[in-house]
């Protein structure tokens, strides 16, 4: 049933998103949808923490600078990516109190796993030993939602590297 909200979210929008809606995408009766969720709020909000759920691990390149990269180039994959679930969630969360929440624990999460690329380059000596691991990812990861979600720029060539560059070099820093 989840990805009947994903797929009713991305095609036809938040308000398109309904009890009614989910089940008739899921075939199944919609006492069996209403029991679980009253609705479209919590029903996106299972759909994230579905999302925060799932096996996630931040890579590991060896350097800061590929690291975050790396991950910029997944954030920036989930921004443009069709169909555009991310960005559809993101809209939906400003509609939708259970929505914002799930979205909120879901990037708490997110930066939570991948504060270790910011605690393994500390121990490479390629981060200051008071670099804050949050505010690094913020640096790197920032931009990218503030050019593709908000300006809705398209991903210019050269755009995980750029903010991870100068994320890195502040890392470094302190």
């Known amino acids: 049933m989840l990805s009947a909200v994903a797929a009713i979210l991305t095609e036809e929008g938040f308000d398109a998103v309904s009890v009614d809606a989910v089940a008739a995408r899921s075939r199944v009766h919609r006492t069996t949808v209403y029991r679980r969720w009253r609705d479209p709020g919590g029903l996106l909000a299972d759909?994230?923490?579905?999302?925060?759920?799932?096996?996630?691990?931040?890579?590991?390149?060896?350097?800061?600078?590929?690291?975050?990269?790396?991950?910029?180039?997944?954030?920036?994959?989930?921004?443009?990516?069709?169909?555009?679930?991310?960005?559809a969630l993101i809209a939906a969360s400003f509609r939708s109190p259970a929505a914002a929440h799930a979205l909120r624990a879901f990037w708490e999460d997110r930066y939570a796993r991948a504060a270790v690329v910011v605690t393994r380059a500390i121990a490479r000596g390629d981060a200051a030993p008071d670099a804050d691991p949050r505010a690094v990812l913020v640096a790197a990861t920032a931009p990218l939602f503030h050019e593709l979600a908000l300006m809705r720029a398209p991903a210019a060539p050269g755009l995980a590297e750029r903010y991870a560059a100068l994320a890195a070099a502040a890392a470094l820093g302190g």
């Open 47 to 87: 759909a994230l923490d579905a999302a925060r759920e799932q096996a996630w691990e931040p890579p590991d390149t060896g350097s800061l600078r590929g690291d975050l990269t790396a991950v910029n180039a997944q954030v920036i994959e989930a921004l443009t990516g069709r169909p555009p679930v991310t960005t």
